[in-house]
């Protein structure tokens, strides 16, 4: 496992978690206050999703013209 490897796993793996945190609390807090999930905690799970995304997509991008350049 290159630096580059374990990089884009530490990003993904930290977003996602950071992402079930927030997510939990809010849905904590919204059970506690008897109300839907707030939409603008949706809206950055939906975003985050996206770029989770982008962000392994670029990696296997670049990882695929690495070994093409071997």
Known sequence: MT??????????LG????LAAII?????????EQRGPD???IELLQMSITG???????Y????N???NKE
């Open 60 to 63: 296997l991008a670049g990882k």
């Open 3 to 12: 630096v580059k490897d374990k990089i884009v796993l530490i990003l993904s």
């Open 39 to 41: 939409n603008s905690v």
């Open 15 to 18: 977003l996602i978690l950071l």
């Open 52 to 58: 989770i995304v982008g962000i392994v997509a670029g």
């Open 65 to 67: 013209n690495d070994n």
């Open 24 to 32: 939990g609390f809010d849905f904590v807090i919204a059970l506690q």
